[in-house]
């Protein structure tokens, strides 16, 4: 079984997906990786056993040959924007607050 390292802020899910070419082998990826659960991050130190056979194969050749890494997480920085700095009071008209 072959090993792969995560890149930062990347996902359980984004890992699924380039490896496998779905988020549908997500539980494959943690049955095969139980010290990793759905909810926790996950560290760029800790590699991740792949192997299975890919789901959409074409999925997983198009970021293979774009040498391309999912990585949907949140960083700590847009957490803390998200948290303190959201609502209508922080939205700029015509840029993110559009009116038709």
């Not at 359980?12 to 049955?31: A, C, N, P, T």
């Not at 010290?35 to 198009?62: C, M």
């Amino acid at each position: 079984m072959e090993t792969t390292k995560p890149q930062e802020n990347q996902n359980i899910f984004d890992l699924s997906l380039q490896e496998y070419g779905s988020i549908e082998k997500v539980f494959d990826l943690l049955e095969d990786n139980d010290q990793f659960n759905i909810t926790e991050d996950i560290s760029v130190y800790q590699d991740l056993k792949i192997g299975r056979e890919a789901f959409k194969k074409d999925i997983v050749e198009y970021y293979n040959s774009r040498n391309l890494k999912p990585a949907t997480a949140l960083t700590e920085e847009e957490e803390f924007l998200l948290d303190n700095f959201s609502g209508i009071d922080y939205m700029i008209i015509e840029d993110d607050f559009i009116i038709y």
